[in-house]
């Protein structure tokens, strides 16, 4: 653990430093940059805030619709496990705008973080290895997002943007999944197993749909390999 924190603490700080600095206006201007989209992510955690002050900390997912009457689906293909930390932000502060930039920050740290990690240890045999891996997490976690965080062409990183939210937050981990079974699939090293299941297990817990993406990327990559053989 010391050697641990002795080789890699300042990366951490260096990551969280640049997650704190993109999101540091929004913070002392205590705003949010929102979308149409916006009012269903953010009437999902009112009203979940709602259901935990009534007793009921785990929605049924059927019968769970949202404020606006988004209808049932909608729950199901996007759970809101993975939100119980802003949850309880919120619920201690009393501050809406703070709490969710606050684990807007947390993701993005994690989210630079988790791809330099996965880059890293497939990379073992590249000499330039760390700032290849630094300028990957970097730059991806910068510009990666799906839907109209893209179009709209956000000038901060993506998620920042309250559209597509659970599916921008399993798309800056998706690198993740994909790689470790790449290491797996291709480079025939199995130590990613365990990296590759917690994340797909996350990407499940916040977007369905998007982590159905990745499954059919990964279902690729097999299909290659097997011709490939």
């Known amino acids: 653990m010391k050697k641990y924190i002795q080789s890699y603490l300042g990366l951490h700080l260096i990551f969280l430093i640049i997650a704190m600095i993109l999101f540091l206006p929004l913070l002392l201007n205590g705003e949010l940059v929102t979308w149409r989209d916006s009012q269903f992510h953010i009437a999902r955690f009112h009203e979940l805030i709602m259901a935990q002050q009534n007793g009921h900390f785990f929605p049924d997912i059927i019968k769970y619709s949202g404020t606006n009457s988004w209808g049932y689906g909608l729950n199901f293909f996007y759970p809101t ?3 119980y930390p802003l949850i ?3 619920r201690l502060t009393k501050l809406p705008v703070t709490s969710i930039l606050i684990f807007d920050i947390i993701v993005v740290y994690f989210a630079l973080w988790s791809n330099f990690a996965i880059v890293y240890k ?16 970097l730059t991806y976690v910068l510009t990666a997002a799906i839907g109209n965080a ?11 943007y309250m559209t597509q939210y659970a599916s921008n937050i399993v798309i800056l981990l998706a690198p993740v ?16 197993w365990l990296r590759a299941a917690i994340y797909s297990s996350f990407a499940v817990m916040l977007s369905i749909p998007t982590t159905l993406g990745i499954v059919l990327t990964v279902l690729c990559m097999v299909v290659v390999a097997y011709f490939k053989r």
């Open 150 to 160: 893209i179009l709209d062409n956000v000038a901060v990183v993506r998620i920042a």
């Open 177 to 192: 999944v994909v790689l470790s079974f790449y290491n797996i699939i291709f480079l025939h090293d199995n130590r990613t």
């Open 88 to 90: 309880f932000l919120w």
């Open 122 to 137: 497939i990379t073992s045999k590249i000499t330039s290895k760390i700032k290849l891996a630094f300028t990957f997490a």
């Open 81 to 83: 496990y993975l939100f």
